[in-house]
């Protein structure tokens, strides 16, 4: 099709002199435990998640998450298909350090592979589809009762494959609603790390 009937829209350029901003960050969605469980779900379909190879350095995993401002990164191939997850407490202090001692190498040698959680094909997740008419209080109650700081939503394709949608982050969900975050629960549960995605 021709784009010639198409009209050129107007345009000018930026002032030397004036300056341009960045734009703020849209306020969110006022958050309480009766709102949809869905305004509390981190949503991968629009804000694409922070991925790693597994292949990849521990320094490398560490600048991505300090760069992009998270916690945690998941850990796909060139497929994009979830191999699983790595977190600062995987990649940080003590942890590296035995699993280098483990491995017989040094900590410098260590990749993403070595120290991330694998995803077990058994893990557990919420499915998109069970979220309608949820909200956010049975989110919390269903991590609480999961013992787990996160669990990812996932909805089916055509071939019955899983696709990753988001994730629940407990810690996230708490401050919003303006609760003092639970770190003893969700520490206990994070020496076992994400257990949503496996140990």
Same mark, same amino acid.
């Given at each position: 099709?021709?784009?010639?009937?198409?009209?050129?829209?107007?345009?000018?350029?930026? =002032?030397?002199?004036?300056?341009?901003?960045?734009? =703020?960050?849209?306020?969110?969605?006022?958050?309480?435990?009766?709102?949809?469980?869905?305004?509390?779900?981190?949503?991968?379909?629009?804000?694409?998640?922070?991925?790693?190879?597994?292949?990849?350095?521990?320094?490398?995993?560490?600048?991505?998450?300090?760069?992009?401002?998270?916690?945690?990164?998941?850990?796909?191939?060139? @497929?994009?298909?979830?191999? !699983?997850?790595?977190?600062?407490?995987?990649?940080? !202090?003590?942890?590296?350090?035995?699993?280098?001692?483990?491995? !017989?190498?040094?900590? !410098?040698?260590?990749?993403?592979?070595?120290?991330?959680?694998?995803?077990?094909?058994?893990?557990?997740?919420?499915?998109? =589809?069970?979220?309608?008419?949820?909200?956010?209080?049975?989110?919390?109650?269903?991590?609480?009762?999961?013992?787990?700081?996160?669990?990812?939503?996932?909805?089916?394709?055509?071939?019955?494959?899983?696709?990753?949608?988001?994730?629940? +982050?407990?810690? @996230?969900?708490?401050?919003?609603?303006?609760?003092?975050?639970?770190?003893?629960?969700?520490?206990?549960?994070?020496?076992?790390?994400?257990?949503? +995605?496996?140990?």
């Amino acid at each position: 099709m021709s784009d010639y009937h198409y009209k050129p829209l107007p345009w000018t350029r930026l =002032k030397r002199g004036v300056p341009c901003y960045l734009p =703020k960050p849209a306020a969110r969605t006022p958050l309480d435990a009766s709102s949809p469980a869905i305004n509390a779900m981190t949503d991968f379909r629009q804000l694409a998640p922070v991925s790693i190879s597994r292949d990849a350095s521990l320094d490398e995993a560490n600048r991505v998450m300090t760069l992009c401002k998270v916690h945690y990164l998941l850990v796909s191939d060139e @497929q994009r298909q979830l191999l !699983g997850v790595v977190t600062e407490a995987g990649t940080r !202090g003590h942890r590296p350090l035995a699993a280098a001692h483990a491995m !017989g190498i040094r900590p !410098g040698e260590l990749v993403v592979g070595d120290v991330m959680i694998n995803k077990h094909d058994d893990a557990e997740v919420m499915h998109l =589809k069970d979220l309608a008419g949820a909200k956010v209080g049975n989110v919390v109650a269903t991590l609480k009762a999961l013992g787990t700081p996160n669990c990812l939503v996932v909805e089916h394709d055509e071939s019955d494959n899983h696709l990753l949608c988001g994730i629940f +982050l407990l810690s @996230q969900i708490e401050q919003r609603l303006g609760r003092e975050p639970q770190t003893d629960q969700v520490a206990h549960t994070f020496s076992q790390v994400v257990s949503s +995605l496996g140990r």
